[in-house]
């Protein structure tokens, strides 16, 4: 009887519209497997147009976890991802010896790659003053107070995320300490192995496909998802590029021409941010989308 294969989830990242559905598709099918989405929206049932959620026709070509599997009323955490990714995987590798990761939610990633960190409780009364703060003075008191009393979360961090940047505010309020430091902690070793690829397209490419792609969600109905959803607005969920833009038009405070130029713009700001992580992230092999044949052949030697 020869030797049992070693488990191997690949990990195929990168920016929003770099093309990672279409490639993570041909992978899974490639190796006769299932795929794991690892966005942070895409896994709200609510929520389609605007995460740019597969299709019918992709979701039926190969199995996917994490995707339409949550609603928007519940509460979806990186720790809360890991143990769905855990389960996942340990489910697909019963079947098979490799599973596929996609998707662009750095921290989740990293979440089922290493771990999540021990951050001390954050008492009620801290998160009260950061929920308040938020409330009465929005986003810009956010950054203000996280330039100023974290700046090292504050370099690299998503400065557009209300949730995160009022968890950072939380822990230095808290502990005194960046949340980077509670990040830096060992990682935790996983029973299978772990191959890390990303994506990547020259800058003003990607960033023609972003601004083509919203105008796409718009002609398929974006506005329309946007409207059915008004009612649950104040929701973790939809604190996202795509629909905070057009909720801001709904609300008259801008023409729907501005929103969806607000759309593109923070969506490139958004798939910067990615790229900033992702380059950060060590032993990651880069690929163009397009050159699928050399990404297969780097696969094939390793898996």
């Keep these: 009887m020869s030797a049992q294969k070693e488990k191997t989830c690949i990990i195929l990242a990168g920016p929003t519209a770099v093309g990672k559905t279409a490639v993570g598709i041909e992978l899974a099918r490639h190796f006769n497997t299932s795929i794991i989405s690892a966005d942070s929206r895409q896994c709200f049932r609510e929520m389609n147009i605007g995460v740019a959620r597969p299709s019918l026709q992709e979701l039926a070509a190969v199995p996917h976890y994490f995707v339409a599997s949550h609603s928007i009323k519940e509460e979806i955490t990186a720790a809360s991802f890991e143990a769905y990714a855990l389960n996942a995987a340990a489910t697909i590798f019963r079947e098979h010896d490799v599973a596929v990761m996609v998707g662009g939610t750095g921290l989740y990633i990293k979440a089922f790659a290493e771990g999540m960190d021990n951050i001390p409780p954050i008492p ?129 405070r801008c023409s729907l021409d501005e929103a969806v130029s607000l759309v593109q713009q923070n969506t490139r700001h958004y798939a910067k941010r990615q790229l900033t992580w992702f380059r950060k992230q060590p032993a990651t092999t880069w690929f163009s989308p397009l050159d699928y044949s050399q990404l297969i052949k780097h696969l094939d030697k390793l898996v």
């Design 124 to 252: 009620a009364s801290i998160r009260s003053e950061v929920q308040a703060g938020y409330d009465a003075n929005g986003l810009s008191w956010l950054q203000t107070q996280l330039q100023e009393k974290d700046p090292v979360w504050f370099s690299g961090g998503e400065i557009q995320n209300p949730q995160r940047m009022m968890r950072a505010l939380e822990v230095v309020l808290s502990t005194g300490e960046s949340i980077r430091q509670y990040q830096q902690a060992n990682p935790r070793p996983r029973p299978f192995r772990i191959i890390p690829i990303a994506l990547e397209l020259p800058r003003p490419v990607l960033y023609e496909r972003i601004n083509q792609r919203v105008l796409a969600m718009m002609e398929n109905g974006l506005l329309d998802e946007v409207k059915s959803l008004l009612p649950y607005r104040s929701l973790n969920a939809l604190q996202t590029v795509g629909y905070k833009e057009l909720f801001d038009y709904l609300d008259g």
